[in-house]
T-cell receptor
Framework: GQSLEQPSEVTAVEGAIVQINCTYQ??????LSWYQQHDGGAPTFLSY????GLEETGRFSSFLSRSDSYGYLLLQELQMKDSASYFC????????????FGAGTQVVVTP | DTGVSQNPRHKITKRGQNVTFRCDPI?????LYWYRQTLGQGPEFLTY????????KSRLLSDRFSAERPKGSFSTLEIQRTEQGDSAMYLC????????????FGSGTRLTVV
């Protein structure tokens, strides 16, 4: 089966940098995705890694280490609008395209 | 295209009643997924379709749940004989079959069983 672990909550001030870690266990890992969800809203796709290394998209970056079964999402220059839940999700080769989500990390940005 | 559309946004029903939700995916997306989300948790996979074929259904899903995608476009999710434990947000997402990322989610249907 699959399992994902990520911290439940992170608090930081505006302008700071936050790193959300995600460790996973899956039988045939294919890729790691990150989604953002504001309260009452739909999850929205942020980033994806299938290969080791860093992917940068504006203020957000995502990293993957396949050998360590580990990834992280880096949020830079935090803004109040970044207060949301962030989910990591894995896809595996046994059921390609179907995502398994973690429980989410609540990011709270304070002034 | 206006994205993934779900109806209704909210549904309150009495225990034991049947409910049906509808999802209209992005038109060029051939995969459609149903997920369930409860407070403080990530989306939990229920089932998915590629075109009109239902390719996988969660082992956790009881026989009271059924989903269809008759013409490979919109999909419906029906819950029969609802129970209080069915109260949750039901999310629909769509994607291209050629990718394993980049789902587009709808805003969901919030079900409350009283």
């Amino acid at each position: 089966g699959q399992s994902l672990e990520q911290p439940s909550e992170v608090t930081a001030v505006e302008g700071a940098i936050v790193q959300i870690n995600c460790t996973y266990q899956t039988s045939g890992f294919y890729g790691l995705s990150w989604y953002q969800q504001h309260d009452g809203g739909a999850p929205t796709f942020l980033s994806y890694n299938a290969l080791d290394g860093l992917e940068e998209t504006g203020r957000f970056s995502s990293f993957l280490s396949r050998s360590d079964s580990y990834g992280y999402l880096l949020l830079q220059e935090l803004q109040m609008k970044d207060s949301a839940s962030y989910f990591c999700a894995v896809s595996d080769s046994d059921s390609w395209g179907k995502l398994q989500f973690g429980a989410g990390t609540q990011v709270v940005v304070t002034p | 295209d206006t994205g993934v559309s779900q109806n209704p946004r909210h549904k309150i029903t009495k225990r034991g009643q049947n409910v049906t939700f509808r999802c209209d995916p992005i038109s060029e997306h051939n995969r459609l997924y149903w997920y369930r989300q409860t407070l403080g948790q990530g989306p939990e996979f229920l089932t998915y379709f590629q075109n009109e074929a239902q390719l996988e259904k969660s082992r956790l899903l009881s026989d009271r749940f059924s989903a269809e995608r008759p013409k490979g476009s919109f999909s419906t999710l029906e819950i029969q004989r609802t129970e209080q434990g069915d109260s949750a947000m039901y999310l629909c997402a769509s994607s291209l079959a050629s990718t394993d990322y980049g789902y587009t989610f709808g805003s969901g249907t919030r079900l409350t069983v009283v």
